[in-house]
């Protein structure tokens, strides 16, 4: 037992009335990476925030380096060595790289900040992570992964030796997710002990060395990874086995729903042009960055076009803002749920019921309350919603199931196209499934399915075509059935070599 750094016992937690934990425990050794793994809602990052001090538990104890520690507030936590990268991140992002490392602990000399002396410390914490960063830059102008970058340059300048990543790569490339990997080699082979949330179940291979399992709040096991399977650790994780991934159906291709030509939107969207028809669902792959969110924005209004034409149903549509587009029967689930998707301090209920109250609310707009109930409670059904209530603020949800709400509130009506960019990040094995019948459904039902991923597998497994985006212009097609990653890839980096723009 002495080796462990970490050692919970038997942790409870409910949140007005509802258990989160439920006589949880766990323990980690120096040194080594362990997977915290389960279910949206099953209680990880809750666990991960008793750890850190946010929330306070009901019941059991906690042991940092063997000494039991029971007034575990942030600070605490932080002066035993944990430190934690929300899932959410914290960044302050009006201010400095060097300013957010700091933020808190500022140097001050003679009174005054210590401008010059923050930037080298941070600097030198960043170069540690052999991050080549100006510490002087303002955090909202680098990108997602940056951040996290910096969160983690954070955490070690206040010589954290507890490392919680609340899914630290579902906003990564492929090569940052090889630069996060790289730092928790390093973090680990310096004596570190790291705790690793994902639902990208395939990248724990690379760094992990145990999992622990957690369902509906409890502890299930904890395994050395090179013992278990991948199976054994989803049927842990969902109760029961999982038998079809990618649940896709053949359906035949109907007339054409939608087409858009020559759409252009400033830089990241070239020429665009493509048709979705009835009984198919079209899949857009490309890198991260490559403009295929800023398609889709700038189809559904959110973003101003330069130019394009759009038919629905053979008829032009005009689409100046988002309002235009739900008129004409076209709705988008959009990537980023925070900014976009959700309203966290309104509840789940009117979460979903506000962008449909055109047809919950009577013809005085006045709403139908059996209606809107039913409504409800329909859509946290479909896609197993995990919730007290759904009067909770949607921002008390697990992350997966905040995202699961942005899907449901437009799964909710009845639409000619539906566009889902990125529906499965943060969202668990047993959910992603759930998602994929839900698109199943809209395909059988005649509604056209544009489907934004950048997890090829899913793209592969479930669309029909796929089309590819490189520097905001689609650089081929595929048959999904036929393609292979390879090819996706290729198509994904057509332009790579040349000078931007350059290519026609
Ligand atoms: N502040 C809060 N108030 C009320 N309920 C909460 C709060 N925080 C968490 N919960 C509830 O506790 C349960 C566990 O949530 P938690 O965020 O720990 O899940 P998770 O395992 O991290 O899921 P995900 O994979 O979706 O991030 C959920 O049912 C959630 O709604
Ligand atoms: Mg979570």
Redo the contacts with the bound molecule.
């Keep these: 037992m002495g080796d462990h750094i970490v050692e919970m016992n038997h942790i409870s937690k409910a949140?007005?009335g509802?258990k989160?934990l439920d006589d949880v425990s766990f323990n980690l050794k120096a040194g080594e990476v362990m997977a915290l793994l389960?279910e949206?809602?099953?209680?990880?990052?809750?666990?991960m925030k008793v750890l850190s001090g946010v929330y306070t538990r009901d019941a059991g104890t906690v042991l940092i380096d063997g000494q039991p520690v029971d007034d575990l507030t942030p600070a605490r936590a932080q002066s035993l060595g944990v430190a934690m990268i929300h899932?959410e991140l914290n960044m302050c992002t009006h201010l400095s790289i060097a300013e957010n490392i700091f933020l808190g602990r500022e140097i001050t000399r003679h009174g005054a900040l210590a401008d010059a002396e923050m930037n080298r410390l941070a600097r030198e914490a960043l170069s540690r992570l052999n991050i080549d960063l100006d510490p002087a830059t303002v955090v909202g102008d680098i990108s997602v992964s940056k951040q996290q970058m910096v969160e983690i340059a954070k955490a070690l300048s206040v010589n954290a030796r507890i490392l919680v990543m609340d899914e630290p790569t579902s906003a990564l490339t492929a090569r940052e997710i090889e630069d996060l990997f790289a730092i928790i080699r390093k973090l680990k082979a310096e004596g570190h002990g790291i705790i690793y949330i994902s639902?990208r179940l395939d990248e724990l291979r690379h760094i992990v060395d145990r999992v622990t399992i957690m369902r509906d709040?409890r502890f299930i096991t904890s395994m050395n990874f090179a013992d278990t399977t991948m199976d054994e650790i989803v049927s842990h994780m969902v109760g029961r086995e999982i038998k079809e991934k990618f649940p896709r159906i053949d359906s035949r291709r109907g007339r054409k729903i939608f087409e858009v030509k020559h759409l252009n939107a400033g830089k990241p969207v070239r020429n665009v042009g493509f048709s979705v028809y009835e009984g198919e669902i079209l899949g857009i792959a490309g890198l991260m960055g490559a403009g295929r969110t800023e398609i889709t924005r700038a189809i559904f209004g959110v973003d101003a076009k330069d130019s394009g034409e759009l038919t629905l149903d053979d008829t032009p549509v005009v689409i100046r803002s988002p309002m235009d587009a739900i008129r004409a029967g076209i709705v988008l689930a959009p990537e980023d749920r925070k900014k976009d998707g959700l309203c966290t301090r309104l509840s789940i209920r009117e979460n979903i019921s506000l962008p449909n109250l055109d047809w919950i609310a009577d013809r005085l707009g006045v709403v139908r309350g059996r209606t809107e109930q039913q409504t409800v409670a329909k859509a946290v059904a479909d896609l197993s919603i995990?919730?007290?209530s759904p009067e909770?603020n949607a921002g008390?949800?697990?992350?997966?199931?905040q995202q699961k709400v942005v899907v449901a509130k437009w799964l909710a009506r009845t639409s000619r196209l539906v566009i889902f960019d990125e529906p499965t990040r943060?969202i668990?094995v047993a959910a992603k499934v759930e998602i994929y019948h839900l698109m199943n459904r809209l395909k059988q039902d005649g509604i056209g399915v544009v489907f934004v991923s950048s997890e090829m597998p899913e793209l592969l497994g479930m669309a029909d075509r796929i089309i590819v985006v490189c520097e905001g212009r689609i650089t081929g097609e595929l048959d999904a059935r036929t393609a292979t990653q390879n090819q996706i890839l290729e198509l994904a980096v057509a332009f790579d070599d040349k000078t931007n723009g350059a290519a026609a």
Aim: charged letters at 10%; a positive charge; hydrophobic letters at 30%.
């Design positions: 949140f007005s509802v989160a389960g949206n809602g099953a209680g990880k990052s809750t666990l899932q639902h709040g995990r919730l007290a909770m008390n949800l697990s992350g997966g199931n943060g668990d």
